[in-house]
């Protein structure tokens, strides 16, 4: 019999369907970000899942520099701004702060939802640290959750742990003599977080263009308690270089390409959901070019790159151990 | 001793690279004409933003000491020359860091000369142009906005036709020779570019503009908060909740009171209520939260807080209902709703009118697909390096054919 959680949580219904979906924004317009900015959406869409009994906490980033600057900001809900590499300790000590409040009767005994967002800056690079640590403490509620637009938006585009092979950012520009800078694979953060967390309840990957059932996999992260991660992929006009218009299509591309898959480990079971699951069950892919050459950081491809992605995609679906997720492989029989 | 400055007025990111362009090529002529000059960006404009105008800098002087004493300056208060490389900026600037909205003319010297790509005419201009206290030049380069992105940049000579105009703006400072002389040896020089910053010195037309002339409006503007009005601790007060509109079947969210987006948009939604399905995914899919839910269920586009990415033109199902048309075809920021509601014939004139311009639904900005720009150029020098018409047209029927 798995342990009881101590803090009782708020039990948030999934929104069955586009016209259920609450019509209060907690974040709302006034924000400096970008034309077609799919974060500022994802930051919307998150806080308008948890409702008003919430709390977020931004980890440096274009979300914490474009919401609240110059005395200003589009937050409805309380919200506070905590350091690059802190989100996961933030929502750690938010949690613990409150349960302790709570138990001492200096406030309100009631459930209220944590949730600390990072970039992939602040999450898969230098905040892995304490995010990983905050998923090790089951007995406080929070949610994590990491948008990844794939580079330090912020300042101009640097590369993170997140961003994608070849990519053009201002540390890996192409050049004459070497057309690709930069060559590792993307780091598979939400994998890495689920497979090493095994008390952790919950981990998904969302992506807003699905906005609903991105708003679903929040609500269900709230729901279950625990620490819980989710790893959401974000177009960026701005560092991936393409027209704002195209936000939503890039988000959609990226899950029908088999680039981001979508999927959600719940104590411990893997379960593919929406595209991702169609391609799992048989519906083909769509060749990454389609995707890579809306965009100006791959501007610069040639076939030969195009392949190479091209094949370590098809590598993560068709010999990972779990498509898409866990990049392990089954040794050959009799070795 | 003498010295001259000039601004760049641009949108962040999408002209970041012309603007640094511009900006360095009038460094570059000054040294070729014997003189001293600096390129600098404003410094609140960085991290930039899609779309979110922004300001460079350039100084030229006659001696050193001269420039340095320029360059003491945190920017330049007043300029000899605004460069504005978008028309649809000539409504006035809300930058990134800024309080309200700024003339485009507002550091403009009196007699000092604002110089714009445009393919509208003096008087369309200056119904958007802010009133100057003092009279000035407008100078005009008749060309689309130049839009490209980060990494790829749009080569169509508009970099070398401002530097050519800026050299018979300002003879004193920037020859043509030396304008020339400074594209041909900069990496993204050639002759062909050269030859159009001639051009541009031959064909620039610039006219006066007198004091009663422009757009009456006043800008709009508040108070920032003195530091004994803040709160203790850095804290800020967050936004209240927003309210139902009319009989409470409606909703309009508060939104932040000082961060308008009257001039981050290029384009700007048009919708056709008849068409709308209700489905609401414009308004769920909107990174603004720019759409008010109206009590018939429909949602009205609010034009204080809409950025014009063209996400509800994408994701909306019904054909032709959201078309995304140029900002410089609209006078002010009504409700498009409200008018449809008070008069439903004339609102399908006016918005029949405001779709049917191919010039005011092509769309320019981003990076669309590998070849765009060179496809672009080709066109652009074809026609003699006018007008641009390069684009989608008709983005709302075409970027369904999936």
Redesign the interface.
């Known amino acids: 019999m798995a342990e009881v959680f101590a803090n009782a949580t708020q039990i948030l219904e999934p929104f069955r369907g586009?016209?259920k979906?609450t019509?209060?924004?907690?974040?709302?317009?006034?924000?400096?970000?970008?034309?077609?900015?799919?974060s500022?959406?994802v930051m919307?869409?998150m806080v308008k899942a948890a409702g008003?009994r919430t709390i977020v906490l931004g980890a440096t980033g274009?979300m914490y520099?474009?919401n609240?600057?110059?005395?200003?900001?589009?937050?409805?809900?309380?919200?506070m701004h905590t350091q690059l590499g802190s989100s996961g300790s933030a929502a750690l000590g938010t949690a613990a702060g409150l349960k302790a409040l709570m138990k001492k009767g200096k406030m309100k005994s009631e459930p209220i939802n944590v949730i600390a967002f990072c970039g992939d800056g602040g999450g898969a690079d230098m905040g892995l640290g304490a995010i990983s640590a905050t998923l090790t403490h089951k007995e406080y509620n929070s949610l994590i959750l990491m948008y990844d637009n794939e580079s330090y938006a912020?300042?101009?585009?640097q590369l993170s742990g997140s961003t994608p092979y070849g990519a053009?950012t201002t540390f890996s520009p192409p050049g004459k003599v070497r057309r690709l800078i930069h060559t590792r694979w993307k780091k598979n953060t939400a994998a890495m977080l689920a497979a090493g967390h095994t008390e952790c309840r919950y981990v998904g990957t969302v992506c807003?263009s699905y906005?609903v059932e991105m708003m679903n996999k929040v609500r269900k992260a709230l729901s279950i308690g625990g620490p819980t991660f989710i790893h959401s992929l974000d177009p960026c006009?701005?560092?991936w270089?393409?027209?704002?218009?195209?936000?939503?299509?890039l988000g959609e591309l990226a899950v029908e390409c088999g680039v981001f898959p979508l999927y959600e480990v719940e104590d411990g079971v893997v379960r593919h959901y929406g595209k991702t699951k169609a391609i799992v069950e048989g519906r083909p892919r769509k060749p990454v070019r389609e995707y890579l050459?809306?965009?100006?950081?791959f501007?610069h491809f040639t076939e030969e790159d195009l392949e190479y992605f091209q094949a370590k995609v098809d590598e993560m679906w068709n010999e990972w151990e779990i498509p898409g997720v866990i990049p392990f492989k089954k040794a050959p029989a009799g070795k | 001793m003498a010295h001259f400055t000039c601004e760049v007025v641009y949108r962040?990111?999408f002209q970041k690279n012309l603007a640094a362009r511009i900006c360095r090529g009038i460094v570059l002529s000054a040294r070729k004409a014997g003189r001293w000059g600096i390129a600098f960006g404003r410094y609140g404009d960085?991290?930039?933003?899609?779309?979110?105008p922004a300001k460079d800098f350039a100084i030229v002087a006659d001696t050193q000491e001269e420039l340095e004493q320029n360059m003491a300056r945190y920017e330049p208060k007043e300029v000899d020359v605004t460069i504005c490389v978008d028309d649809t900026l000539s409504k006035g600037v809300e930058s990134?860091?800024w309080?309200g909205l700024q003339p485009i003319n507002r550091l403009t010297v009196p007699n000092g000369t604002v110089l714009m790509t445009s393919l509208q005419s003096p008087a369309d201009l200056l119904k958007d142009i802010h009133k100057k206290e003092a009279p000035y030049n407008l100078a005009l380069i008749p060309a689309k906005a130049s839009f490209s992105?980060?990494?790829?940049y749009k080569e169509d000579h508009t970099e070398a036709r401002i530097l050519g105009a800026l050299a018979k703006i300002q003879p004193g400072f920037l020859s043509l020779d030396a304008v020339c002389a400074a594209i041909q040896e900069a990496e993204w020089g050639s002759e062909l570019k050269a030859a159009s910053a001639r051009k541009a010195f031959e064909r620039l037309e610039s006219r006066p503009v007198k004091i009663t002339e422009g757009n009456a409006e006043t800008p709009f503007s508040f108070e920032?908060?003195k530091w004994w009005e803040?709160r203790e601790g850095v804290s800020?007060?967050?936004?209240?909740?927003?309210k139902p509109m009319e009989g409470g079947k409606g909703?309009v969210?508060?939104?932040?009171?000082?961060?308008?987006?009257f001039t981050?948009r290029t384009m700007r939604p048009v919708i056709d209520f008849d068409k709308c399905v209700k489905?609401?995914?414009c308004w769920?899919?909107?990174?603004?939260?720019?759409f008010d839910?109206t009590p018939d269920g429909l949602y009205d586009a609010?034009m204080?807080?809409c950025?014009?990415?063209?996400?509800c033109?994408?994701?909306c199902p019904a054909k032709d209902c959201v078309t995304?048309v140029r900002e410089d075809a609209f006078e002010d920021n009504a409700s498009q709703w409200e008018m449809w509601r008070r008069d439903k014939p004339a609102y399908m004139t006016w918005m029949g009118d405001k779709i049917a311009s191919k010039q005011h639904v092509v769309?320019s900005?981003?990076?669309?697909?590998?070849g765009q720009y060179e496809e672009e150029i080709k066109q652009s020098l074809d026609q003699g390096g006018t007008e641009i018409t390069a684009g989608i047209p008709g983005?709302n029927a075409v970027?369904k054919q999936r």
């Open positions: 586009v016209k979906v019509i209060e924004e907690y974040f709302t317009s006034g924000h400096r970000t970008c034309q077609g900015c799919e500022a959406l919307k869409l008003p274009c520099v474009a609240t600057t110059y005395y200003t900001t589009p937050w409805v809900v309380p919200w912020n300042t101009d585009i053009n807003a906005a006009p701005k560092g270089d393409y027209d704002p218009m195209l936000s939503h299509e050459l809306k965009q100006g950081r501007a | 962040g990111i960085s991290p930039q933003r899609n779309g979110i990134w860091a309080y992105g980060l990494w790829v920032k908060p803040m800020i007060p967050a936004i209240p909740i927003g909703y969210p508060e939104r932040n009171p000082y961060f308008k987006k981050t489905c609401t995914l769920l899919q909107c990174p603004d939260s720019c839910v609010n204080e807080s950025c014009g990415c063209g996400v033109e994408a994701v995304m769309r900005h981003g990076f669309r697909f590998r983005e970027g």
